[in-house]
């Protein structure tokens, strides 16, 4: 296995940089992507920058460049449903674009030409992310949304949650690096710790939670992912 480790902001991703061994520096477009081993496996650890087309670039740029085989991609996310709380976990069973619709040509949501609106996240990555998970917090999987947007509006949650009525978490990238993925045939998860209840104090809260717990999450998860 050759992970990549894909993180949307420097303060999700903190400790793993430092936690590599023999780590290697490599720009390319705007990123660094550093190797090495991260406790016994072969890694190469990314900031993706905000937003679905960083997000696919980075992911892409993953697989074709520094051959990884396995992607995972940790942060935080605003929740998605009155079950999921500031502190808990979401670990995606599957991911959609809600900002995407091509209707009437195309149903809402679908991704034209690959006949799929949700794209699913390896089994058995998940499963690892899982109980790696929750020897953290609370742990919940299901479906995680992506679009380029924050929302930090409480009208702008419920109209998304109006759609996907199964939605557990909102972030901005876990759905373009799950295409991505489907599309090259790459065993992907996606882990988000809740940082914000994406309302009207969602950006309030979401800079305390970068700020203050982000990282640790991030670092203890793919730690004992690693362990595992
Ligand atoms: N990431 C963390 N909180 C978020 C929110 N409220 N909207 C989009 N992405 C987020």
């Known amino acids: 296995m050759r992970l990549g480790i894909i993180s949307a ?3 999700e991703q903190h400790g793993l940089i430092e936690a590599l061994q023999s780590p290697y520096k490599h720009i390319h477009g705007m990123r660094e992507y550093t190797t090495g081993k991260l406790w016994e496996i072969d890694a190469v650890c990314v900031l993706s ?3 679905k087309v960083a997000a696919a670039m980075t992911a892409a740029i993953l697989v074709e460049k520094f051959g990884v085989t396995h992607i995972v991609f940790t942060g935080v996310a605003g929740s998605g449903d009155k079950t999921v709380n500031v502190g808990d976990i979401v670990v995606a069973e599957a991911l959609v674009q809600h900002d995407f619709d091509a209707s009437p040509l195309f149903p809402k949501f679908e991704i034209p030409l690959t006949g799929l609106s949700y794209f699913a996240t390896d089994v058995a990555l998940t499963e690892r992310l899982a109980i790696a998970a929750a020897k953290t917090a609370r742990v919940h999987r299901g479906l995680i949304a992506s679009g380029d947007q924050f929302i930090g509006k409480l009208a702008q949650i419920q109209a998304i ?8 978490a909102v972030e901005m ?14 065993p992907f998860a996606v882990i988000r710790t809740i940082s914000d209840n994406a309302n009207d104090d969602a950006a309030v809260d979401f800079m305390h939670f970068i700020k203050t717990v982000a990282s640790r999450y991030a670092f203890e998860v793919i730690h004992n992912f690693c362990k595992q």
């Not at 990238?173 to 790459?186: M, R, S, T, Y």
């Open 49 to 51: 920058r905000i937003g």
């Open 161 to 168: 949650k109006a759609g996907l009525p199964e939605l557990l």
């Open 173 to 186: 990238e876990g759905a373009a690096v799950a295409q991505v993925c489907f599309e090259l045939g790459i």
């Open 9 to 11: 902001l420097a303060e």
